[in-house]
Each structure stands twice: as C-alpha cells, then as structure tokens.
C-alpha cells in the first residue's frame, strides 16, 4: 500500500520521485518529445516563411525583366524615330539646297 507524500515515500500521490522511476524517465521523455515537436514546427515555420520570400524575390524578378524589356522596346522605337527623323531632315536640306541652286 502507498504512504501519503507527506512521508516523501510514493509517487503515486504526486510525491517525489525516485532515481531511475518510470515517471522520471517518462517525464524526461515527454519532455524531449515536446522539444523535438516545436523544434520542428519552428523549422516547418522558418520554411514556410523562406519559401514565401523565394515566391515574393521571384514575383519581384519578374515584373523587373518586364520593366527591363519595355524599356527596351521604347528605347528601340526612340531609336527608330530618331533615324526617321534625321533622314527626314536630310531630304528637307538636299530639296531645300536644289531649290537655290
């Protein structure tokens, strides 16, 4: 039969434990189970939150390749128009000088 635990002889009644109990080892047990549970939820969290920020990094890569390529569409009509309008400007000169001569 059990003695109370005010005799500090029985873990039945919640009173201490002894080396080497099962509750000691089953303490020490639940104890690492629930550290290696959160250690994992903390490294499922920190994936999560990566895999988040490569999706947001590639979303960002992106819209700049497409501003990268606008940019160089505009600046190739720039281009063009510039070459339209030089060679406009050339034939205005040479009507223009066979027009004094």
Do not use: C, F, W
Request: charged share 35%; hydrophobic share 25%.
């Amino acid at each position: 039969m059990a003695t109370s635990p005010l005799h500090g002889h029985s873990d039945y009644y919640g009173g201490p434990a002894q080396e080497g109990s099962s509750y000691s080892m089953d303490s020490s047990k639940n104890s690492t189970i629930a550290n290696e549970k959160k250690a994992r939820k903390a490294v499922e969290e920190d994936a999560a939150r990566l895999q988040n920020r490569v999706q947001t990094l590639q979303k960002e890569e992106q819209k700049a390749q497409k501003r990268l390529e606008e940019t160089r569409s505009k600046a190739h009509e720039i281009l063009e128009l510039r070459a339209q309008n030089e060679q406009r400007q050339l034939e205005r000169e040479r009507r223009h000088q066979q027009m004094q001569v």
